[in-house]
């Protein structure tokens, strides 16, 4: 939220509106008026300015956070230019040069700035501005010296666009014509779609009027509207009157009569501080408050040498503030924080559990970890789990890679028989042979056979054949030797087989149980 001030000053008043504008709303809260002391002097004048500026920020809901002024067009020069859209970027070093010669100043030694009016067909057209320096930083130097620090300059009629943003019925296309006459001369800003098309001020003041010099306002109202006609623009379809010349009576009527059209005095939108019949008079302050509400460039003197620095002292005003933010920012961190831990804390303990219930339901262990789970797995599924640890075709291949390469062995029977469990079974053997010494090899290949289970660290080496009951051998036709063998199938870790085994020292062919053939 921010708190912004258009202050319009003229030798008799000042006058400010307040602005609060938040996110994307803003809403004018105030309007404030306070009268100018007379005074001889230009001291006494300064003077007399300073207290009435102090009392009017005094009198402020709360200290703004931008004050934005005016500087008259009397002192600067605005011109219409068009450029290809495509230089928008080198605008700001392409003005000065398009302007010298076109303006009664010297751009090298002014500030020139610039805001769009419309790109049409690939032609940007704009308002550029030339404010002689002497120009600005006397305008800066009476601001400060009445205790005013301005973020924004605006400049002459185009500041009066600022009422767009705050008036839908300017935002129409129009084109309207909005006329402010003033001490220092006459404001014509003409908008089309709420974007300022058209400003000029003319040298006719409140003071010329008075003096009776109507019908001058009125040539020169009606030059000014020719000019703009002739750069292409269509009559304005309505004409308004505001500042404090709109309040005497019977303005808007003989103001039609000079400009053979209606006019209507500007109705503003209504806030504390000042009632319907003198609103017309805040339209400069309400326009200056207005402009910062618009999302395009807008024309500021405040530029180059005399750009608005940001001090310490804003940053000190609103350091508590920023505090209180921060404290309410690293609340909410901690706090979400929390919830996270919280929530994942919630869903890890679920996870956990619902590890122990699988766990336990195929392994008859619970398992809380990764780690746990993955030992049971690799140990295998205990109990009547319908895949044995060591099944038929692992026995198969444990016998057919036990058999040396060496050894021409052909197969003639193998039967393998583990029965329902997995504690024991048994496998009977026939084949043929080469030799006696090889049936002997065969028997201490498979007794010397190991399965390796497991990877890494937790491979364990299992004896599978266990208990080998050689049984006769005999010459075949071939000149070769039968035999039959037989044994126990059930894997155990290679020490405990040792250990269940009885110490047996004689060879295959003294355990046979019959003699050779």
């Excluded at 419309?118 to 006397?138: D, F, H, S, W, Y």
């Excluded at 130097?141 to 009066?160: F, N, Q």
């Excluded at 319908?386 to 003639?412: G, Q, W």
């Excluded at 085994?501 to 003294?510: A, I, K, L, N």
């Amino acid at each position: 939220m921010a708190i912004i001030l258009g202050l319009d000053i003229d030798p008799t008043t000042a006058r400010g509106a307040v602005l609060r504008t938040a996110l994307r709303s803003a809403q004018l809260i105030k309007y404030v008026s306070v009268p100018i002391a007379p005074a001889d002097s230009p001291e006494g004048k300064v003077e007399a300015q300073a207290n009435a500026v102090r009392t009017l920020l005094a009198s402020l809901p709360q200290p703004a956070d931008r004050v934005i002024t005016e500087l008259s067009g009397d002192e600067v020069s605005i011109r219409k230019l068009a450029f290809p859209a495509q230089v928008v970027k080198k605008l700001g070093e392409l003005l000065p040069h398009e302007l010298e010669g076109q303006v009664p100043f010297d751009p090298t030694e002014s500030v020139v700035d610039y805001q769009p009016i419309e790109t049409v067909e690939g032609t940007l057209r704009i308002l550029a501005a030339v404010a002689p320096n002497e120009k600005v930083r006397a305008h800066l130097d009476a601001m400060k010296a009445i205790g005013v620090d301005p973020r924004e300059v605006a400049v002459g009629a185009v500041a009066l666009d600022g009422l767009a943003p705050l008036m839908e019925s300017l935002r129409t296309p129009g084109p309207h014509c909005l006329i402010d006459i003033h001490p220092e001369g006459t404001d014509v800003c003409i908008l089309q779609g709420g974007n300022c098309h058209f400003a000029r001020t003319v040298s006719v003041s409140t003071r010329d009027i008075d003096a009776g010099q109507t019908e001058r306002l009125g040539r020169e109202l009606r030059q000014t509207l020719a000019a703009y006609r002739m750069e292409g623009g269509a009559s304005p379809s309505t004409f308004y009157v505001c500042g404090a010349m709109a309040l005497r009576d019977g303005t808007a009527d003989w103001l039609g009569q000079l400009l053979r059209a209606p006019v209507e005095t500007l109705s503003l939108p209504a806030a504390p501080g000042a009632d319907a019949s003198e609103l017309p008079a805040y339209a400069r302050a309400v326009a200056l408050a207005g402009r910062t509400l618009a999302r395009s460039r807008r024309l500021d003197a405040r530029q180059g040498s005399f750009a608005a620095a940001q001090t310490a002292t804003a940053l000190r005003r609103h350091a508590p503030l920023m505090a209180v933010c921060l404290g309410v920012i690293a609340a909410a961190f901690v706090f979400s924080g929390y919830a996270r831990y919280s929530v994942l804390q919630a869903r890890h303990q679920q996870l956990e559990d619902e590890l122990a219930r699988v766990t336990e339901e195929y392994f008859g262990v619970e398992a809380r970890s990764a780690e746990q789970a993955s030992r049971l797995l690799e140990r295998g599924v205990g109990g009547n789990d319908p895949m044995p640890k060591f099944d038929a075709y692992d026995a198969l291949a444990s016998i057919s890679a036990a058999i040396p390469e060496s050894i021409t062995h052909d197969v003639r029977q193998l039967q393998i028989d583990l029965g329902d469990g997995d504690e024991t079974g048994r496998f009977s053997l026939r084949g043929t042979v080469d030799s006696e010494s090889d049936f002997d090899a065969v028997v201490t290949a498979l007794r010397d056979a190991r399965v390796v289970r497991g990877e890494g660290d937790n491979q364990q080496r299992l004896v599978c054949f266990r208990n080998l009951e050689p049984g006769d051998t005999s010459e075949t036709a071939e000149q070769r030797r039968a035999y039959r063998l037989e044994g126990e199938i059930g894997c155990r870790p290679e020490g405990q087989a040792e250990q269940d085994e009885d110490e047996d020292d004689d060879s295959p062919r003294r355990r046979r149980s019959g003699g050779r053939n």
